[in-house]
Nanobody, 115 residues
Framework: QVQLVESGGGLVQPGGSLRLSCASSGTIPGIKVMGWYRRAPGKERELVASITGSSNIRYGNSVKGRFNITRDRAFRTLALQINSLNTEDTTVYYC?????????WGQGTQVTVSS
């Protein structure tokens, strides 16, 4: 079973930046989309950013202009550059890869924005 492992989370001051990474332990066939989601306590899961197999990109409204999603050509690594962080960005970020056999989720990486 392919595993997705996120890294790069941590504690950062408001206005700071982080770079999140998601690495796949193997090949996922028929990838349709790769993306990042987050869920703050008491809130619904929110799309942060996604990129399709044909490189169409979507961003959640709250992160447009601040976050940037990229992936490698082999569809094995997904990255999220997050800039101008604010306290509302504090939560766990999850990596998703949607392939021919369904959704694969990572375990999440915590981002905490605090002074």
């Amino acid at each position: 079973q392919v595993q997705l492992v996120e890294s790069g989370g941590g504690l950062v001051q408001p206005g700071g930046s982080l770079r999140l990474s998601c690495a796949s332990s193997g090949t996922i066939p028929g990838i349709k989309v790769m993306g990042w989601y987050r869920r703050a306590p008491g809130k619904e899961r929110e799309l942060v950013a996604s990129i399709t197999g044909s490189s169409n990109i979507r961003y959640g409204n709250s992160v447009k202009g601040r976050f940037n999603i990229t992936r490698d050509r082999a569809f094995r690594t997904l990255a999220l550059q997050i800039n101008s962080l604010n306290t509302e960005d504090t939560t766990v970020y999850y990596c998703l890869v949607r392939g021919a056999w369904g959704d694969n989720w990572g375990q999440g990486t915590q981002v905490t924005v605090s002074s």
